[in-house]
């Protein structure tokens, strides 16, 4: 199977030499999106669009209507372009599965065939019926991944794009904002489009950035499980700084870092089982949020049950101080049981039994 990067894909676009049939995916849904609004607007402008590029959404398509759409000839044009959003193979019949795998087969040479999930997450490991269908198509289907970008690429991003509405943001400024609104590439731009309306231009402060941006609590949980699952003490305790500082409740971040270490647990014990993490989105309520279940599973691998039965445990003591008993509702005992929570899950990320 072809692996091709962000860059590769774009100057296939711009140069208009796409060939065959293509699968956009990743963590980064914006960038992977302009990808494809970028594909389109190459196909608007050589004309005749209506005839030369065709719009899938596969909850409402069938295999065979995206078969025709590929069989039809292009019209004043050596290729026509087929996109089908947010194919599932996890939720297809095995004979539909079996239809794709036969469309990707024998693709005619004047279409090109664009496989997106916008909404679709594979995760750090694809599901098992995910993996049968890409070994099945390895030699027809060309995969392009879309990764979350680094903190760093963030902040250079923040900080350009200020730059273009007439407003500088520092790179300390710009880190903080990553810190706050999480590292969706779409939401960053929306929160700095934000404050730059709101300012008008110049320099832009600490608290106009305070004043304007929505502060995203669950991304900020999600990067402190993440340090305490890899023992980044420094980091761990400066997000528990910055969700105090933002007024947030101590009795709700350890009730949320508490759903990220069930994840591990529950993914632990499917995997000891020797059954699929997949199976947990039936009792649970994970539906659309399958990427929880395949980054806990990758996760968990790190700890034993027992680490993980211990953490659970630090985290009930934890939330049980907080609701109740002497000092519960004064802000410097709280702050004393969230420091120890914290210290009491590293120490224990390091235990094994």
């Not at 209506?50 to 596969?58: E, I, S, V």
């Not at 996109?83 to 794709?100: A, C, Q």
């Not at 760093?152 to 923040?158: A, V």
């Not at 069930?262 to 649970?284: D, H, I, T, W």
Request: hydrophobic share 40%; aromatic share 8%.
């Amino acid at each position: 199977m072809a692996q091709l990067r962000e860059a590769e894909l774009k100057k296939e676009i711009e140069k208009g030499t796409l060939s065959g049939a293509y699968l956009l995916y990743g963590e980064e849904k914006y960038t992977l999106l302009q990808c494809v609004e970028k594909l389109v607007q190459k196909v608007k402008a050589a004309g005749f669009a209506d005839f030369n590029l065709t719009r899938f959404d596969a909850a409402d398509t069938t295999a065979d209507q995206v078969a025709d759409a590929l069989e039809a000839l292009p019209f004043f044009a050596e290729q026509k372009v087929v996109l089908l959003r947010d194919l599932n193979i996890d939720t297809l019949s095995p004979s539909e599965t079996e239809r794709y795998q036969k469309i990707l087969g024998e693709l005619p040479e004047t279409s090109v065939l664009i496989l997106y999930l916008p909404t679709i997450s594979l995760g750090k490991r694809p599901s098992a019926k995910w993996k049968k269908f890409l070994t099945a198509n390895s030699k027809s289907l060309k995969t392009v991944e879309f990764p979350r970008k680094s903190n760093s690429e963030l902040e250079k991003y923040l900080m350009d794009f200020a730059e273009r509405r007439g407003c500088t943001l520092s790179r300390p400024l710009a880190k903080w904002m990553v810190q706050l609104c999480g590292n969706d590439l779409q939401t960053l731009r929306n929160e700095i489009s934000k404050v730059c309306a709101y300012v008008g231009g110049g320099e832009l402060s600490r608290e106009q950035i305070k004043d304007v941006v929505t502060i995203n609590t669950e991304a900020q949980i999600f990067a402190l499980a993440t340090a305490l699952i890899g023992g980044q003490y420094e980091k761990a305790y400066q997000i528990v700084d910055g969700l105090l500082m933002q007024n947030e409740e101590p009795v709700a971040i350890v009730a949320m870092l508490s759903s990220s270490y069930l994840n591990l647990y529950r993914a632990k014990c499917m995997v000891q089982s020797g059954r699929s993490v997949m199976e947990l989105s039936g009792p649970f309520d994970y539906k659309g949020k399958e990427f929880l279940l395949r980054n806990a599973e990758q996760d968990s691998s790190r700890f034993s049950m027992g680490v993980l039965r211990r953490s659970l445990d630090i985290l009930l003591e934890a939330d049980l101080a907080l609701k109740g008993g002497a000092g519960s509702s004064r802000l410097e005992m709280k702050r004393v049981v969230l420091d120890t929570l914290i210290a009491k899950l590293l120490l224990a990320a390091q235990e094994q039994d």
